[in-house]
Every structure is written in structure tokens, then in C-alpha cells.
């Protein structure tokens, strides 16, 4: 029994030192969330939650019913949409199977053990072995930081996904906001020119109409109709696609959103050093830096195990009832004839080299994205001022004097509904104008911490809106 000591100590060694390495690696899940939640409440003001039971899932569904009780606005939206969206529900579980993969990339592999029994006559013999894969034994400290690097990917990438789902929870809300008022403009417009077609028909019915005004007040009625059909299927789009951001569905689709779109702010958001924020605050920036980082750290990783594939560490007891017991030891390895691992290695160092030329693309872009991001917000908001401060007032003096001179009969009805309609349609610009300044705003914020996406543009003007006269 003495001479099976050092076996039981080897053993017992072993043991402690697969605990030793293994023991610190646990499944924290709520930890693993930590980052993602910061980063909500930091960029976007946010809450971010995952249900783990279905109590957990409960108390969500009702904060979402609360939020729905009272008319939408931007914030209350994007917090909806960090609770329900499924989509980014079902990416979030990237997180558990990444934590997985980590806490598994710090255990050793279970050992083997074999039994075999053999017999010739009257002799038996027993063949036991303990075998322990050696090579990742040796390889735990370089797989353990690589899984923990690993990990820190996917939560940098889902933290982008998430800040990408607000983003374009907040558009969408903008443009159903946008939709709603250019509906309620447009049925505006349809009236005055059925009233205007309408008078046209009647005059023209008793002679008092020519046949040319009167067309023309005909396709200005064919125009407001085409013009409110649009008007209603926009509505009806942007309207459906929040409703996707936000996950909702059967009566939750009757949410209520408000009336018009928030005011311009008093002066545009100054950014006297736009690159050098971005540069700190970009997750696609800090995620290639890693990215290459952690290509360095893997060719570290191929160097040293070039020579070193398979390496296992057996021990072996074989006992006999006719013969002592033999107890022994047996390591195996491949040995590198054929293959060298050279050709890993210039594999990964390729792959090294790559990273940096991406992670300076990345860079470059970025600076790039945030400096037009801000121009489309300063001229936005620069236009938006200008149809608030000059264009609507101006349409709405030329109808109040104009309504004067009807009143003293100086113009006929149709010169007023005329003027009518280019003070509507220059109110509808005004509200686009500012619904376009809330997607440039929108588009900012998230060029300032990831890509942004397709920025919004400003399209050249185009002639202005006539009345049914031509002028």
C-alpha cells in the first residue's frame, strides 16, 4: 500500500492545480450585462434589462405598458425599444455564450482514464491509466486572457448594436412625429383646393369661368389628392417601422404620439474639438485597437506553441495476480517533421498586419463621419431657423394682407385660397425643416460613439411651390 503513495500524491497535486487554475472562472451573467447598462445610461439615458425568469419578464412587460399609457416621446421611446426590441433581445444572449466560452477557456480538459483486463490460463492481468492533455495544461495561461479579450469583443459589439437600435428608435420617432403633422397639413391643403375646384365648377357652370382657370384649379385638386395619398402611406410606414424598433404588437400597436414635433433649440450644440471626442468615446475605435491588440497577443500565443500540438501526460498502474504491479509514466508529442508551424505563423502575422491597416481605416473614417455628421447638423439647423424666422412669417403677412384686400374687395376668392395654400405648404416645409434637423441631431450623437450610418443630407432647393395660377 506504501508504494502507491507517490501515485496518490501526483494525483492529489494534479487535482490542486487544475483548482487553482480553474477555481477563479465563474458564469456571472448580471456582471457580463454591467458594461452595456454604463454605456445606456451614459450615451442615451437609459435603462437596459434582461429577463432571466419569468418574473423578471414580467416586471418589464408592465414598464412597458406604463410607458405606453402616456403619449410617446423620444426618450420614452428608445427606452421601450432597449426593453422590448427582440432583436436586440436575441443578440443580448451573445453575451451568456460568450461568458460561457470564457469561463470554459480557464478549465482544463477532464483527464482520461482507461481499465483494461486481461486473461491467459490462470493469469489475470489489470492495465489502469490516467491520462492528462499536458498541452493545454501549458497553454492556460495565454487561452485564458485570449477568451477574456474574446469576451470584451462581444460586449463591446453588442454595446454598439444597442446604442445603434436607440439611434434608430429616435429616427424613426422623428419621422412618425413629422409623418403625423405633414398628414394633418396635407388633409389641410385637400380641403382648400376641394373648395377651390368646387367654386371653379359652379362659376364655370354659370359662365363665369374660363375653361383654362378652371383646369387649373382641377389639377391643383388632383395634385392635393396625389399629394395626401403619399402624405397617408408615409404616415402609415413610419409609423410601422417604430412600431418594429419597439416590439409591439396586437393592442400595443395603438400607442398615441404627440402633436408636433419639439421646438428648434435656441442656438446649435458647439463642438470646438468634435475628432478628439470621438476618438475617445468610439466603440468601433476602441474595438479595433483591441482587435489588434489581441492579434499580437495571439501571435505570441502561435510562436510559442509552433513545435507543440499534441503533448499528453499518461500514468499507468498494471497489476497481475501472478507478476508485482507496474506502475509507470508516458508522454506523447507530435514531432514537427513535416510541418514546422512556420506557416501559422506567417498566417498570423499577416492577419496582425491586417488589423492595423483596419484599425487606422477605422479611425480615419471616423473623423471623417463625425465632421460631416456636424455639418448636416449646423446647416440643419441653420435652414430649420430660417423657414421658422422668416419663410412662414413672411407666407403668413402676404395672406393677412391679401385677406384685406378680399375683405375690400380688391382680389377675388381664388387669388386668397391661392395664398392660402402657399402659406400651408410653407408651414409643411417648416415642419420637414425641423424634422430634419432632429435626424442630424440623431445621426451626431451616434457618430460620436459609432458608425453612423447613412447620414442625413440636404438636398438642394428646388423651385418654389406656385399656386394654381402658375405664380
Not at 494534479?14 to 448580471?30: H, I, K, N, R
Request: glycine share 6%; net charge neutral; hydrophobic share 45%.
Amino acid at each position: 500500500m506504501a508504494t502507491d503513495r507517490p501515485l496518490l500524491a501526483w494525483r492529489l497535486a494534479v487535482t490542486a492545480t487544475a483548482a487553482l487554475l480553474t477555481g477563479c472562472a465563474s458564469l456571472a451573467p448580471d456582471a457580463a450585462l454591467q458594461p452595456l447598462q454604463q454605456a445606456a445610461r451614459k450615451h442615451i439615458g437609459a435603462e437596459l434589462q434582461m429577463a432571466h425568469t419569468e418574473a423578471d419578464q414580467a416586471r418589464i412587460t408592465a414598464r412597458v405598458g406604463e410607458l405606453l399609457a402616456a403619449p410617446l416621446t423620444a426618450e420614452t421611446a428608445v427606452q421601450i425599444a432597449l426593453l422590448n426590441n427582440r432583436g436586440l433581445l436575441a443578440r443580448l444572449q451573445d453575451l451568456g455564450i460568450a461568458d460561457a466560452d470564457r469561463v470554459q477557456a480557464s478549465r482544463l480538459a477532464n483527464p482520461g482514464f482507461s481499465f483494461g483486463r486481461s486473461s491467459k490460463g490462470d493469469e489475470r492481468e489489470i492495465e489502469r491509466g490516467l491520462h492528462l492533455n499536458l498541452a493545454r495544461l501549458i497553454a492556460l495561461p495565454w487561452l485564458q486572457p485570449m477568451a477574456q479579450r474574446q469576451f470584451a469583443r462581444v460586449q463591446g459589439e453588442l454595446t454598439l448594436q444597442m446604442l445603434t437600435v436607440a439611434a434608430d428608435t429616435r429616427r424613426a420617432f422623428v419621422q412618425a412625429v413629422a409623418a403625423e403633422e405633414t398628414l394633418r397639413y396635407m388633409q389641410q391643403v385637400m380641403q382648400a383646393a376641394e373648395a377651390s375646384a368646387e367654386l371653379a365648377r359652379r362659376m364655370a357652370a354659370v359662365g363665369n369661368f374660363n375653361k383654362l382657370s378652371q383646369a387649373r384649379e382641377q389639377a391643383f385638386y388632383a395634385d392635393a389628392a396625389l399629394n395626401l395619398a403619399r402624405a397617408q402611406q408615409a404616415r402609415t410606414a413610419s409609423r410601422e417601422r417604430l412600431t418594429r424598433l419597439l416590439g409591439l404588437w396586437g393592442a400595443q400597436t395603438g400607442f398615441t404620439l404627440p402633436a408636433r414635433l419639439p421646438d428648434l433649440p435656441p442656438e446649435p450644440a458647439g463642438q470646438p474639438d468634435i475628432e478628439r471626442s470621438a476618438m475617445a468615446q468610439r466603440l468601433d475605435v476602441q474595438a479595433s485597437r483591441a482587435a489588434a491588440e489581441q492579434t499580437a497577443k495571439n501571435l505570441g500565443l502561435t510562436q510559442a506553441t509552433r513545435f507543440v500540438n499534441v503533448l499528453e501526460l499518461g500514468l499507468m498502474r498494471n497489476g497481475s495476480n501472478e507478476a508485482p504491479t507496474q506502475r509507470g509514466w508516458e508522454i506523447g508529442f507530435e514531432l514537427p517533421l513535416f510541418d514546422s508551424g512556420s506557416a501559422r505563423v506567417a498566417k498570423a502575422e499577416a492577419v496582425y498586419r491586417q488589423t492595423l491597416h483596419q484599425a487606422a481605416d477605422v479611425a480615419v473614417n471616423a473623423r471623417s463621419e463625425v465632421r460631416e455628421a456636424y455639418g448636416a447638423y449646423r446647416t440643419a439647423w441653420d435652414i430649420a431657423r430660417h423657414h421658422r424666422d422668416e419663410i412662414v412669417p413672411l407666407r403668413q403677412r402676404i395672406l393677412d394682407e391679401n385677406l384685406l384686400r378680399y375683405n375690400g374687395m380688391l382680389i377675388g376668392v381664388f387669388e386668397l385660397l391661392a395664398d392660402a395654400r402657399l402659406q400651408i405648404a410653407s408651414v409643411n416645409a417648416a415642419i420637414e425643416a425641423l424634422r430634419d434637423f432632429w435626424l442630424a441631431q440623431a445621426a451626431l450623437d451616434q457618430a460620436l460613439v459609432g458608425p453612423a450610418g447613412a447620414l442625413p443630407t440636404i438636398a438642394p432647393g428646388g423651385p418654389a411651390p406656385t399656386d394654381a395660377k402658375g405664380h
